[in-house]
């Protein structure tokens, strides 16, 4: 054969029907029917879950919220359903047609078996062996005539099908995630303690969305334990729907509210401003309040005053200038002046002027040092004291329609992860042969639990044709 006539032949090959089969979708369906495939997927969500917490936590960037997480989900799912589709076929003959033809040599080479003769015949010693099986429970089948006889009989075959329902489940999940993530919502919401919200905001915008009801705080709390260790943070909140308090529930980090489909959960605390007192003798009184913020540039939680720290009023018809220099969440006093970042003990560094702005000189401020919540400090029969500390709780507000189909997912894997592992499959086969006037009945069982298991049985089939 001349090379031309080689590579005509060649050429011939490429282009027969049998090339010509395999298209787009074969190997699309081939690609996903692939372990291989299976592994790399899962390793990928596996690398991005994780570095998506990580880049989540430290840079706010949400990964799970992406179109392309999204879509590896869907990939994955696309893996789980083939693969599943691809071996349905063998499940579904195991359990709905299974072979039930043998003869005594095969069931004798089962995992355990023995031989009895019976002096009934074939059809009845089958008939009275099927009894048997179906009062231990199993599902028996039989096929023969009267001169030879084969039953199948099997219990505990929804272990076949565990894995199957765990894939499902996985891909449950899946659907709920991703529709929870197109159709809910994530955001957060800022609550004075006293005061109430009717909306909520998210990450990607300024606007304020309605609830389409109000939540109150009507105090926020820190457990700790004495030590400048939080314990607890609590938050009182109370749901106004239509003017009427419709819920209320304590607060926690892990037990939040839920209202008509929105979920409360604490997330973030801090002091939205402070209130100081000040009396005169003949018993006039100011108060006089202070913003207070957050400076983070330290890279911790830092409380200070958001305003001008300078406020002017009016006592008994004197004119004074109010100067809150600085302020400690939780003061002790001494060098170390405070414990930690949890506002459990505020106090304000506090000076006082009668004379400015008039005169800037420094010898006309009279400090009056640190005053804490519990403490009053006096100057030119002034009493001045920290009258009130205004809390605010932060608030994460998220809706999740999907969460229902989460839930049934997970449901569905507990189901399916006991019927893989806790279910144990048992199958009997039996040959019953003419033998003289009666039969020699070959009864042959496996399973992959102990062989004792099947002592029950084994004594139930033998007392049946005896």
């Known amino acids: ?88 076929g063998i ?31 074939v059809e009845s010693a089958t008939q009275k062996l099927l009894g048997a099986l179906r009062g231990g429970s199993y599902r028996p089948l039989s096929r023969g005539d009267e001169k030879e006889a084969s039953i199948y009989a099997a219990k505990g075959s929804a272990v076949i099908w565990g894995p199957y329902l765990t894939h499902l489940s996985i891909l449950v999940i899946f659907i709920g995630a991703i529709f929870g993530g197109i159709l809910g919502t994530d955001g957060n919401a800022i609550i004075l303690e006293g005061e109430k919200t009717a909306g ?13 009801f109000e939540v109150k705080l009507k105090k926020f709390e820190i457990k700790h334990d004495g030590k400048g260790n939080p314990t607890a943070y609590r938050s009182d909140l109370q749901v106004y729907d239509g003017g009427k308090v419709a819920a209320h529930k304590i607060i926690d980090v892990n037990h939040p509210l839920t209202y008509n489909g929105m979920t409360f959960y604490q997330s973030d605390y801090g002091i939205a401003g402070v209130i100081i007192k000040v009396t005169s003798p003949d018993g006039d009184t100011a108060s006089i309040p202070f913003e207070v913020g957050l400076d983070n540039r330290s890279g911790a939680k830092m409380f200070v005053i958001a305003e001008e720290p300078f406020k002017e009023f009016t006592l008994s018809g004197k004119k004074w200038t109010i100067f809150v220099h600085d302020l400690v969440p939780d003061y002790i006093g001494g060098k170390a002046l405070n414990r930690s970042n949890l506002p459990v003990n505020v106090a304000v560094n506090i000076m006082l002027n009668d004379r400015f702005p008039e005169y800037k000189g420094l010898d006309a401020w009279k400090r009056l040092g640190w005053v804490p919540v519990s403490k009053t400090a006096e100057y030119d029969g002034l009493k001045v004291t920290l009258e009130e500390v205004i809390n605010y709780t932060g608030l994460q507000v998220a809706r999740n329609p999907a969460l229902p ?19 144990t499959r048992r199958i009997i086969r039996i040959s019953v042969v003419e033998s003289g006037s009666g039969s020699d009945v070959t009864i042959g069982a496996s399973s992959k639990a102990e062989p004792e298991i099947f002592e029950k049985d084994f004594k139930r089939l033998r007392e049946s044709i005896s």
């Open 405 to 423: 189909i989460v839930y049934a997912g997970f449901i569905l894997m507990v189901v399916g992860l006991f019927m893989s592992f806790y279910v």
């Open 91 to 121: 499940a579904w003959r195991k359990t709905v047609k299974p072979c039930i033809e043998t003869d005594s040599a095969q069931v004798a080479a089962m995992n355990i078996s023995e031989t009895v003769s019976s002096s009934d015949s």
């Open 1 to 88: 054969m001349s090379e031309v006539d080689l590579r005509d032949d060649v050429e011939k090959m490429d282009n027969s029907p049998k090339q010509k089969d395999i298209g787009a979708m074969e190997a699309l369906w081939s690609l996903f029917s692939s372990m291989k495939t299976a592994i790399v997927l899962l390793l990928g969500l596996a690398a991005v879950s994780i570095f998506g917490t990580v880049i989540e936590d430290k840079h706010g960037i949400t990964i799970y919220h992406s179109s392309w997480f999204s879509v590896l989900l869907v990939l994955v799912g696309i893996n789980l359903a083939v693969c599943s589709i691809n071996r349905f």
């Open 200 to 212: 909520y905001f998210t990450e990607n915008s300024n606007k304020q969305i309605p609830l389409g």
